[in-house]
């Protein structure tokens, strides 16, 4: 069964602390793994698309890395502006119609 | 501005009064999709289309009906909606299955059935 898990649930962190959250998932074949931030009261918004174990993407303070089991999204020198929950999805290559996500992990940047 | 619309943003309503929530997208976006987030389950896909006159379920299409007569739009309807479908439900587009782009999120519709 296709199933994505996130953690830790909810992360604090002091403004500057460098952090790492965690998707693990157990999928027929992964044609892609997706990062989404959200903030209250609005729909997620897209951050990176993950293909192959190995590969990294960057976006400001964010790094996104990818192995065979998992997931990191790495936050570098976080700044209050960057709470908001985090959230992975995958995308199975057996149906790249479908689409499963996380639960998500509510990351919040004390100033 | 590119952007998904959704509509309402909130709806009180009763047991078994049929109900359509409104999506639509400005981007020539091919593939669509609605889904519904409750705390601890994170999202889950109700239903999908590749494209016009094309739809298909997700993972909890039960009670939920779709059609996508348009390229733009793509309304969500409860026939006969029912406590257990109040949640926060989403509409969602990309340029087609597998871009690699991400989707495009509306800003979400909270529903209540009472």
């Known amino acids: 069964e296709d199933q994505v898990t996130q953690s830790p649930e909810a992360l604090r962190l002091q403004e500057g602390e460098s952090s790492s959250l965690n998707c693990s998932y157990t999928v027929s074949g992964l044609r892609g793994l997706f990062w989404y931030r959200q903030d209250p009261g609005k729909g997620p918004e897209f951050l990176f698309t993950?293909?192959?174990a190995g590969e990294e993407k960057e976006k400001e303070r964010l790094k996104a890395t990818l192995t065979k089991k998992e997931s990191f999204l790495h936050i570098t020198a976080p700044k209050p502006e960057d709470s908001a929950t985090y959230l992975c999805?995958?995308?199975?290559?057996?149906?790249?119609?479908?689409?499963?996500f996380g639960s998500g992990t509510k990351l919040n940047v004390k100033p | 501005e590119a952007q998904v619309t959704q509509n309402p943003r909130y709806l009180i309503t009763v047991t078994g009064k049929k109900l359509t929530v409104t999506c639509s997208q400005n981007m020539n976006h091919e593939y669509m999709s609605w889904y519904r987030q409750d705390p601890g389950l994170g999202l889950r896909q109700i239903y999908y289309s590749m494209n016009v006159e094309v739809t298909d379920k997700g993972d909890v299409p039960e009670g939920y009906k779709v059609s996508r007569k348009e390229k733009r739009n793509f309304p969500l309807i409860l026939e006969s909606p029912s406590p257990n479908q109040t949640s926060l439900y989403f509409c969602a587009s990309s340029p087609r299955v597998g871009s690699g782009d991400g989707y495009t999120f509306g800003s979400g519709t909270r529903l209540t059935v009472v």
């Open positions: 999805a995958v995308q199975p290559g057996e149906n790249f119609n479908k689409f499963y």
């Open positions: 993950l293909y192959s």
